[in-house]
């Protein structure tokens, strides 16, 4: 089911930059209960992105408003909030954009989500690469061809997710969420200052982490660094925590951290 501009509808103007440039942003959201877990984050992650993205003044009232009423007398779901600059001129420049674009649409929570918090899953590394673009580096904008790609060739493979390398060889994230391991009492999580996803999720797990007696570690690594961990996890706003049986050739066994951390997940 799909809102745009807070009407059930299902269609959108052609000349919308959402379709002709993927020019905006996005996020998704997982409710439990007719509500919609960390809410003030997705939003703020929006407004972050649409201010980087120079989008025009979005009615952020609306919006929420918008993902509130979609997410009504749902046990359990997903929502999914888009931001385009609207429709404007043929060519690139963003002039004559005055009104930018509300969809929300409502969706089934993904199954198979449930079960892999117990049994684990397996990584395998992507043979696509991000490209490295601070400006950009950190949003959820439209423009997804990397991940769709990233996707595909999962797809032909047995693993759930994938081990993603930007064009320099670091260690960034997965498909759809982003990656933490565990060595000892240190945590790691890549740096995301040059490519990759900023997660909701991610950013729950740095709070947690930082009150606890583990210490964090935003870092730049080779895949090489999994070799040596102990625990490997993922996550993203929908999971939203997965423990990691085996990424490549190696194995992990513990589950530690993930443990600790999944009762403030749940």
């Known amino acids: 089911m799909y809102w745009v501009n807070g009407h059930q509808q299902d269609a959108l103007a052609l000349s919308d930059r959402g379709l ?6 996005f996020t998704t959201a997982r409710v439990v209960n007719g509500e919609i877990d ?3 984050w997705h939003l703020e992650r929006m407004q972050q992105a649409a201010q980087r993205l120079l989008l025009p ?11 509130q009423h979609a997410a009504e007398a749902i046990s359990l779901g997903v929502i999914k909030a888009i931001l385009t600059r609207g429709s404007g001129g043929r060519g690139y420049s963003p002039h004559g954009c005055g009104q930018p674009t509300r969809i929300v ?3 089934i929570y993904p199954a198979h989500y449930l079960p892999w918090r117990d049994q684990g899953i397996t990584l395998e590394l992507s043979p696509v690469r991000l490209a490295r673009n601070p400006q950009l580096a950190g949003l959820k904008h439209l423009n997804r061809l990397e991940q769709v790609l ?6 032909r493979g047995a ?3 994938a081990l993603v390398l930007d064009t320099s060889g670091i260690l960034v994230e997965c498909c759809a969420a982003n990656l933490f391991w565990r060595k000892g009492m240190r945590v790691f999580t890549p740096n995301l200052d040059q490519a990759g996803v900023a997660g909701v999720m991610r950013r729950r797990l740095i709070e947690l982490l930082a009150e606890s007696e583990y210490s964090l570690h935003e870092v730049s690594e080779p895949l090489e660094t999994l070799a040596s961990a102990d625990e490997v996890l993922v996550c993203n706003a929908l999971m939203p925590l997965l423990p990691v049986n085996a990424a490549q050739a190696w194995h992990y066994r513990s589950r530690q951290l993930y443990d600790f951390l999944r009762p403030y997940c749940e």
């Open 57 to 67: 003044t979005v009615d952020w009232r609306a919006l929420e408003c918008e993902m």
């Open 38 to 40: 960390l809410l003030p």
């Open 105 to 107: 649409s409502r969706s």
């Open 150 to 155: 990233i996707r595909a060739h999962l797809d």
């Open 159 to 161: 693993a759930q997710e």
């Open 20 to 25: 002709q440039f993927g020019d905006g942003c």
